[in-house]
């Protein structure tokens, strides 16, 4: 801590406080809940609005006692003192950690329905569409007690069903939906075509995962540019090559190069004299090197499956298909070319959004999540939260065993299976947390010949989750998953129902298992806390060998040697030290990406603050008429004869067709700046400041460039009756759009890299 001492002493007095403060309004909420329990729903309704006066909630006991009323009566559930503690906190701001299955739901629901009684629209944001349908109609009943309503939004909507979704009082949405529907608002020729509706509130639900590990990666809006595809023959060359002969992948499994033979062999197929030569290194060696990077570092089953004749990208940080998600400048077309799919069009960039700045758009942000604390130092730093510990109802009963440490990768895969047969043997319901399709399936088959009977719930069967998750903590289930069960997942002993949940508490509750610590401890937690909710029994272990991603590139300038026991275990303190220290490594090597990624951006985000200003008045106003009729008179009376709305909203598309190409031109630039920024930096000046130097000084020609070249589509564009022909003059907006998904997450990626080998790892 050091020079921050005073300060963090400071908080924590003021957390102290703030929590006894609390514990006295919970407390005194007790006698005011058996008094509301006497009275009708109209009355206990009554006596929720009375509590708030001036926009806030002022008699918080009381408050406090309808929504545990209304919670008893609608959802069979009575709050616990921790639960409303917790919704407090929320209420000012904060973010909550609270553990895994201790029942943050029903906590983000009462408080939105707090912010809702005070006249705040509430975006209740999750990470997944799943989790935003299920929690939406799981508290619709507490929320619509109240006379308020609430829906959610999900990736199937269309426009309409959206705009209607987001005029509810609580929004339950996952944070990509919310984030293109921004971008998407932000498209609009004409104010009636806005979907969203203003918010308030941002409550965020996972919020670590939402709030630092999604927001390493701007979410992207892209549309079509027809006509640019590479060419298959180049593919083909390039499938031919071989690795660690003709290309090197780097240790961190991020980048790939030729190698001088690699080089030579490219071009004596291809019939070039250079690749590096000036005619070629910005045209084929382009299209090779996506191809390479396609052929060495996209695996099908960890990167994305093919489904239809389709590619459909996987989000490995959340184990699912990422939909409408493509990869960006020709590696999409790359990858396809590789699958031998139909290829599809190119695009460009529209528009991007940080998460940083899709928060900044609500007046209050808070958060939920089991796993703040680890991230407290990222939810500080890029968002000015606090975050407040919330403690356990019961107490803990998940027994968290010692990683278990093998020597090889292979070792390790053995060991996991003989673990699972054993544990399913005494009927115990398992759960195994894999990294990527390809490893949970790899393993489910294995377990099959084994003679067991696996649920597999990774990208390719998202639609069986529900039935998978209800089924996974019943007795003798072993079920295999990705990512997609490490969050927010409910899954009770016994089944849906819980009606063997004496058997499966008898049998240890569930047993998790995780093939090996992921990138972040957080999100090792996760996975354990899907055991042991609202103080169930259960069990979690992790199983790590020395050649795991996390371990090679946390410990990869380090070398440690180990005397293996005849089944390949090498646990001892000094190795699992070794394991943790690793994992500390990534761990800060992804928030020193974070903190780059945060300056780089940073400008950027102000920038588009601007341009949004701009776009509103031009939206809003009569401005782009005003604007262009005083550059152009002659034409202006020309259209004089026009209906006033047609030549005003003419004139809007006009500039507002120009404003955004003008921005999109800007944002392609300076992503093309920041690729090169290591290379332009000149002597003395570090890249940052160079590339906010070029920022700041192309940023000025945007607005200008853009009114310009309106100018000259107003007086050159057809525009009559019915209003301006932007396509017959070549100027389009895009039909589709899309998103991109930015290939260097650090935290894609599998957590296991030898999975990319032929064959089946863990046999
Ligand atoms: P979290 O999001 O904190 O991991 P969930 O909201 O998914 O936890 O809840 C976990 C389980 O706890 C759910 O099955 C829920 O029904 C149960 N639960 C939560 N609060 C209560 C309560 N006050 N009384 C009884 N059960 C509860
Ligand atoms: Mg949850």
Known sequence: MGAFDWFWKAMGAQADRNDKKSKTVVDNSREATASLAALDDAAVTQAARESVQEGVIADKSTFLAALAVASERKLGMHPFHVQSQAVLRLLEGDVIQMATGEGKTLVGAMAATGFALTGKRVHLITVNDYLAARDAEWMRPLVEFFGLTVSSVTEKLGPEQRREAYRADIVYAPVNEVGFDVLRDNQITDRSQTVQAPADVALVDEADSVLVDEALVPLVLAGNRPGEAPTGHITNVVARLREGLDYQISEDGRTVHLTEPGAARVEKELGLDSLYSEDNIGTVLVKVNL??????????????IVVDGKLQLIDASRGRVADLQRWPDGLQAAVEAKEGLEVSEGGRILDTITLQELMR??????????????????????????????????????????????????????????????????????????????????????????????????????????????????????????????????????????????????????????????????????????AGRQGDPGLSVFFVSLDDDVVRQGGEDESLSVQPSPDGRVDSKRVSDFVAHCQRVTEGQLLEIHSQTWKYNQLLADQRVIIDERRAQLLDTDKAWEELSQRAPERAAELEHLDKDVRV???????????????????????????????RAIAR???????????????????????????????????????????????????????????????????????????????
């Open 685 to 763: 000046e570090t890249p940052l400041t160079e590339y906010h130097r070029i920022a700041v000084r192309e940023f000025k020609d945007v607005a200008q460039r853009a009114v310009e070249d309106s100018v000259t589509t107003f007086r050159e564009a057809l525009i009559d009756a019915q209003g301006v022909h932007m396509e017959d003059a070549g100027l389009a907006r895009p039909s589709a759009t899309w998103t991109y998904m930015v290939s260097d997450n650090p935290l894609t990626g599998s957590g296991n890299s030898v999975v990319s080998g032929i064959g089946n790892i863990f046999r």
């Open 291 to 304: 191809a390479l990077h396609a052929k060495a570092l996209l695996i099908r089953d960890i990167h994305y």
């Open 361 to 530: 758009r609500y007046p209050v942000v808070c958060g939920m999540t089991g796993t703040a604390v680890e991230a407290t130092e990222q939810l500080t730093q890029f968002y000015g939260l606090g975050v407040s510990v919330i403690d356990r109802n019961k107490e803990l009963r998940r027994f968290d065993e010692a990683d278990r440490i093998f020597a090889t990768a292979e070792d390790k895969n053995r060991a996991i299976v003989e673990e699972i047969v054993e544990l399913h043997s005494t009927g115990q319901p398992v759960l195994v947390g894999t990294h990527d399709v390809a490893e949970s399936e790899a393993l489910a088959e294995v377990l099959q010949e084994r003679g067991i009977e696996v649920n597999v719930l990774n990208a390719k069967n998202d639609a069986e989750e529900a039935r998978i998750v209800a089924e996974a903590g019943d007795v003798g289930r072993v079920t295999v998953s990705t990512q997609m069960a490490g969050r927010g997942t409910d899954i009770k002993l016994g089944g849906a129902d819980e009606a063997d949940r004496a058997a499966v508490v008898e049998r240890g509750g569930l047993a998790v298992i995780g093939t090996s610590r992921h990138r972040t401890a957080r999100l090792d937690n996760q996975l354990r806390g899907r």
């Open 649 to 679: 909203a003419a004139a809007r598309e006009i500039m507002l067709y120009h404003l955004d190409l003008s921005w999109a031109d800007h944002l392609e630039l300076m992503d093309d700046v920041r690729e090169s920024i290591h290379l």
